[in-house]
Each structure stands twice: as structure tokens, then as C-alpha cells.
């Protein structure tokens, strides 16, 4: 998502509205889509800076970042640290191995690394396969993501790629705002059961048209109700069963829409 050295949305621009920075590779703007991004706010989150569903996208984005921020920053510590032991001890094995789990909590915690990735590449990491290529130094490792801290993003609890329906239901809520709503668990309850409404009319378009219909839009993907639509659906359920039993009775929960 967010980022201040690469491309503005070019979807922003179109509209005329104000830009939002977004983090857009060259591999994202040459495969540009609706990506769907749904946070958790915890209750206590929510209560300690003051927000709710009326709440600006920038004030909610704040506290969240600076979580994920803390968050990764312990688990680097300690993963950096294991790290220094095998290269301090000529372990070049279990280095290796530590990096990749350096890595993968990249990857777990971030919705969005691949701008990342050619710095990695610098200290011997082979996106393409996946491994490790050289050694090197994991302070130095440790020093290239310093300064990077503040421009990295909240986790997201469930993401989905041009599943456009999602945006049609939630587009139509009343403080939907610069492709964002706040929602609260039991508007999460709601969308589910529609969904599970949905997939047991599995096949009927005309039904699916009428409770859980497509949206067109900028490189919104299909609108057709074929067997994608009906994948979209059954990955939904899985995805909003997930989010909706990990949620405590006054969280909120975040949609992002960017494309």
C-alpha cells in the first residue's frame, strides 16, 4: 500500500481527486486491479484514539501502522539476533535459514514487501526461487530497513483481488468515504450470511444479480456471474468466517479499497 518514493494511484488521478500515495511496483501497475484489504481495530485500539465508523481514513491508518510497526520491529530484533550468532559462529547454513524467516515474517506482517525485494537482492535473495544465495552481514541487514519503518503498512486480516461485489455492498454504506468504511462486527455477521445466502443459490445468476450483485469499474475485473463469481463467494465465506469469529463484540473493522 502506502508508500513516498514511487508512483501515485493512477486511478487517483483520473478521478481528479486528491492523491493518496500508494505503493505501486512496476510488477502492481502493470497488473493494476481492485485490491481489497480488511483490518482489525481492536476495541481498545478503537477506544484509545478515538475511533469509530465516522472515523477519517488517515486517523484510523495512524494507530494501526504504528502497531504493525512495533510489532515487526520486536520480531526482527530477535530474528536478527539469531541471525548474528550463525554468521558470528561461520554457520552459514543457519544463517541462510534464519534469513528466511526474517523473510516470511516480511511477508506474513505486510500485505505489500515486493518494493523491498531488490534490497533483499542486495544481501543474496532469489525472489524467483525463493532461497538464499550469499551471506552477508545481518547488521547491515538490520541498518537497510531502519530507515524504512514509517512508510510500512498495517497487516491486513483478509485480502481479496477484484472481487468486486464487496465494493458494491460496502460502497453503499452511509460513511463510505475515499474508497474507505469502518464497519463494526455485526455488519461483518450481516455480509456473511449474505454470502452464504448466495452460495447456496450456487449457479443462479438472477438470484446472485439480486442479493450479491457484480460492480463495474476501473479494472474491477468480471462482472459475469460464472464459476469465478461463484469461487469469489465461497473464498469470501472462508475469508469474512475467519475474520468475523476473530472479533470481539465492540472491534471495528477497516475495508480498504485501492486500485
Not at 478521478?15 to 485490491?35: A, C, E, H, V, W
Not at 481495530?41 to 469509530?52: G, H, Q, V, Y
Not at 501502522?65 to 554468521?87: G, H, N, P, Q, S
Request: charged fraction near 30%; hydrophobic fraction near 40%.
Amino acid at each position: 500500500m502506502e508508500i513516498r518514493k514511487t508512483f501515485y494511484t493512477f486511478a487517483s488521478w483520473l478521478r481528479g481527486k486528491p492523491q493518496r500515495k500508494q505503493l505501486l511496483t512496476i510488477k502492481n501497475f502493470l497488473s493494476m486491479g481492485l485490491d481489497i484489504f480488511a483490518h482489525r481495530i481492536k476495541s481498545e485500539l478503537a477506544k484509545e484514539n478515538n475511533i469509530d465508523v465516522h472515523s477519517d481514513y488517515e486517523a484510523i491508518m495512524r494507530p494501526l501502522k504504528e502497531e504493525a510497526k512495533v510489532f515487526f520491529v520486536k520480531e526482527t530484533e530477535a530474528i536478527l539476533a539469531d541471525m548474528r550468532v550463525c554468521y558470528e559462529g561461520y554457520n552459514a547454513q543457519g544463517y541462510k535459514d534464519e534469513y528466511m524467516r526474517f523473510i516470511q515474517r516480511l511477508r506474513k506482517t505486510f500485505p505489500i514487501y515486493d518494493n523491498y525485494f531488490w534490497k533483499l537482492r542486495i544481501f543474496g535473495y532469489d525472489e524467483e526461487n525463493n532461497i538464499i544465495t550469499s551471506v552477508k552481514n545481518p547488521d547491515e541487514l538490520g541498518a537497510i530497513f531502519k530507515d524504512e519503518l514509517e512508510h510500512w503498512y498495517a497487516y491486513e486480516d483478509a485480502y481479496f483481488r477484484k472481487v468486486n461485489f464487496i465494493y458494491a455492498y460496502f460502497s453503499k454504506f452511509d460513511n463510505f468515504a475515499d474508497e474507505c468504511v469502518v464497519v463494526t462486527k455485526d455488519d461483518i455477521g450481516t455480509f456473511l450470511a449474505i454470502c452464504k445466502d448466495v452460495d447456496s443459490h450456487c449457479g443462479d445468476s438472477d438470484y446472485a444479480n439480486k442479493v450479491l450483485p457484480t460492480q463495474s469499474g476501473f479494472f474491477f475485473g468480471s462482472t459475469n456471474y460464472d464459476n469465478w463469481y461463484w469461487s469469489d463467494v465461497k473464498n469470501c465465506i472462508t475469508q469474512m468466517t475467519q475474520l468475523y469469529e476473530s472479533l470481539d463484540k465492540e472491534d471495528l473493522v477497516l475495508w480498504v479499497f485501492s486500485w
